[in-house]
């Protein structure tokens, strides 16, 4: 027998030692593909939750105070619009344009399809009878906007009268009519930040 050559317990070693790699090799590659398809599946569950069940916004701007204040932090959900909406909800609605392609606003709903709204007197009236507005700051007043000029408004099919609650400010249907059902995005749910105001306002 030649000195070099090798035995077959050695030859034996080495076969099983490069199936050993093989395998470890194989086993990483699993590993790698199963937390891929777990990492796949939460980024899945994330975009369906986002797109049809909830999202963060960030309010800017005043025109919700003193209900809600610039860089508040809010929830809003996206399924209970398809069964209900109704008066006093606050809701964010889609008002985009080609100036402004990502416009987003967050108003109050205060008329309901077939409604007749009136703005009269600073007041706002809802089929000839004043709504009760406690959520406004004292002394606020609902005026007609001085380009629209429209006092009185019959809503549509799918058509929804919002206000901003801080109305001297407020970009709402006084200035850009009535809003579809389809534009409406969520009914906000809860506000999350800042801390000491967590809950859902009023």
Known sequence: MRKNSKSEYEQSDEQNNDRSRNS?????????????????????????????????????????????????????????????????????????????????????IIGLPGERIE??????????????????????????????????VTLGENEYYVLGDNRPVSKDSRRIGPVKKDQIIGKLLIRFYPFDSIGKPK
Do not use: C
């Not at 860089?71 to 069964?83: G, Y």
């Not at 007197?121 to 009878?129: E, L, P, R």
């Open 24 to 108: 470890s090799g194989s086993d990483k590659l699993l590993q790698f593909l199963d937390w891929l398809k777990s990492f796949l599946l939460v980024i899945l569950i994330g975009l369906f939750i986002t797109l049809f069940v909830v999202q963060r916004n960030t309010i800017s701007g005043p025109s919700m105070e003193p209900t809600l204040h610039n860089k508040d932090q809010i929830i809003v959900e996206k399924i209970s619009k398809h069964f209900s909406i109704n008066r006093g909800d606050i809701v964010t609605i889609d008002e985009t344009d080609d100036e402004h392609p990502d416009n987003l606003l967050i108003k109050r």
């Open 119 to 152: 703005l009269k007197d600073g007041k706002v009236f809802v089929n000839d009878q004043m709504l009760q507005e406690d959520y406004l700051a004292q002394g606020v007043e609902t005026l007609v906007d001085p380009v629209r000029n429209e006092e009185v």
